[in-house]
């Protein structure tokens, strides 16, 4: 079973930049999809990238589309998400998911999930 460490999360102005990083450990990373979603206060989490664990294709949401970069490191078992050009309305906490066999944006399709690393933009 793997267990998933977010970090990178912080506080920084809009239109700053931030990484956040998914460290992986109990199970083969290459062999999972790997997500990112997020959920603000008071609202349900939400998609917001992942990347396939063959090609590595990723999927964006359209509101972070040019914005943020899902990327893995098979190596270092870590995925990231580069954030540019962040916005207030981007103030979440920001969980990684990994999932076996599903690939996509359906937050039920994931089964490993990390704690979580809150991100605050200011405006």
């Known amino acids: 079973q793997i267990q998933l460490v977010e970090s990178g999360g912080g506080l920084v102005q809009a239109g700053g930049s931030l990484r956040l990083s998914c460290a992986a450990s109990g199970g083969t990373f290459s062999s999972y999809t790997m997500a990112w979603f997020r959920q603000a206060l008071g609202k349900e989490r939400e998609f917001v990238a992942a990347i396939a664990r063959s090609l590595g294709t990723t999927y964006n949401a359209d509101s972070v589309k040019g914005r943020f970069t899902i990327s893995r490191d098979n190596a270092r078992n870590t995925v990231y998400l580069q954030m540019n050009s962040l916005k207030p309305e981007d103030t979440a906490v920001y969980y990684c998911?990994?999932?076996?066999?599903?690939?996509?944006?359906?937050?039920?399709?994931?089964?490993?999930w990390g704690q979580g690393t809150q991100v605050t933009v200011s405006s």
């Open positions: 998911a990994a999932s076996r066999l599903f690939v996509g944006s359906r937050r039920n399709g994931y089964d490993y």
